[in-house]
């Protein structure tokens, strides 16, 4: 006879998307565990601009969510009102916006998440251990931590990231440089010319597919980055880091506001896996969430509001399989198609867009002079932001 796994659900990461699936499965009655590598609060190299869509989707789930979530960021947060683009050729756009987004970095503004986990839900939090290996047989899934604790379960929830340790187990894909960015970012103080409520974006001549930003992160902290599309850096042989250097000593934006800021710690890089490639995110009893789902914005590099939504979407097709005690291939497809349809749709049109766009460079130009109109302003914001 089969014995039960002592887990119905278990979520490999706790990230904004394993925190967001933990959100979403409480009181479903069922016995879901949260492993993360790291003991949190852990940083991750990141822009740390956190997107409107991100807040909308935990209010949604618990009106008093986003509200507590907020609260718990207030000491490290800054609210972000304008957006300032730079064209390559020079011609500056402001958008200000309406709905509240904000920027706060990932030390606090994901230890804030987990925090509602916490107070919120009866997950069991496994914290400072590695799954090393996933496996699965007919009646369950497993998972070896790097202590050679097995851990059972019936559904395995791959929201460990970009090198995910159960999509590689269970769902492999090879890498596709043309749907992957790299990016590097450094924090700064005592940068000059830099609102504490305006994110800036500089488009550049040399390098199409990305940009380089300039976000206030709050307390007079700018979190100052640049990212491009992997095929480009391999095939320009592009040392980001330096490169990122390079920018703020010479870029005549940059360069003047940047001579007397001072760097708070190493530039660091991370992967960006973009989204809208249609690959697939579920198989037999398991499930792929936020960055080990590919499913970044391929226009902005935003992902975390895509973590949150899938994590969300994950937690619902997790109810509805261990109701039905159904963890077949079929039955998990069901998830890709409401990630497809709520997300993979827009993603896949907006990689269209970031290819055309890297290879007509007159057209990014006059979408910015379209922008100085404000009614073909409001139009392109719809579009693109
Ligand atoms: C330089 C850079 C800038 C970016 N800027 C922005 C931005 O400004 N705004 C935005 O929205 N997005 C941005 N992104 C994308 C964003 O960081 C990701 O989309 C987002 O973090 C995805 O969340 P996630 O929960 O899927 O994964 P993650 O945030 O990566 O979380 C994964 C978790 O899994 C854990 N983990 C990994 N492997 C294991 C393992 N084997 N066992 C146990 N635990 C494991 C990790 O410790 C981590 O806590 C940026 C990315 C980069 C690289």
């Known amino acids: 006879m089969a014995t039960t796994p002592p887990y119905d659900v278990l979520i490999v990461g706790a990230g904004p998307a394993g925190a967001a699936c933990a959100l979403a ?9 949260l492993v993360d590598k790291a003991r949190f609060p852990r940083d991750k190299v990141c822009g740390d601009a956190i997107p409107g869509p991100t807040l909308k989707a935990l209010a949604r789930l618990k009106p008093a969510y986003a509200q507590e979530l907020r609260n718990l960021t207030q000491a490290h947060r800054t609210d972000v009102r304008t957006s300032r683009l730079l064209s390559p050729a020079g011609v500056e756009v402001s958008v200000e916006w309406r709905a509240p987004a904000f920027n706060s970095p990932r030390l606090h503004f994901d230890e804030a998440l987990l925090t509602l986990v916490r107070r919120h839900t009866s997950t069991t939090l496994l914290e400072g251990d590695a799954v090393k290996k996933v496996w699965q047989t007919d009646e369950l899934v497993m998972a070896q931590l790097t202590d050679q604790t097995e851990l059972r379960a019936r559904l395995i929830i791959g929201c460990d990231g970009t090198h995910s340790v159960v999509g590689r187990s269970l769902l492999p894909q090879p890498l596709n440089r043309a749907r992957h960015c790299a990016a590097v970012r450094a924090y700064y103080r005592g940068v000059t010319d830099a609102p504490e409520t305006t994110s800036e974006f500089l488009f550049l001549r040399r390098y199409r597919a990305g940009y380089c930003w300039v976000f206030p992160v709050g307390g007079g902290v700018y979190n100052v980055g640049f990212g491009m599309l992997s095929a480009d850096i391999a095939r320009h042989k592009v040392d980001l880091k330096q490169e990122l250097q390079q920018l703020l000593t010479t870029h005549p934006a940059l360069a003047s506001r940047f001579r007397a800021a001072l ?14 490639s249609g690959r697939p995110l579920s198989g037999r009893r398991v499930l792929l969430c936020g960055d080990a789902a590919a499913l970044i914005d391929p226009l902005q590099g935003h992902g975390i509001d895509k973590a949150v939504i899938s994590g969300i979407l994950a937690a619902e097709h997790a109810r509805r399989c261990c109701e039905a005690q159904d963890f077949s291939r079929a039955s998990l497809a069901q998830y890709d198609q409401a990630v497809h349809r709520r997300l993979g749709r827009d993603l896949a049109r907006r990689y269209q ?4 766009l890297a290879r007509a460079p007159w057209l990014v130009e006059l979408a910015f002079a379209a922008g100085r109109w404000p009614r073909l302003r409001r139009w392109l914001v719809q579009a693109v932001g």
Do not use: Y
């Open 353 to 356: 867009l970031m290819r055309v």
């Open 25 to 33: 499965l409480a009181g479903s009655g069922l016995r879901v565990a």
């Open 263 to 276: 760097p708070l710690g190493p530039v660091q890089g991370f992967g960006l896996p973009l989204g809208g």
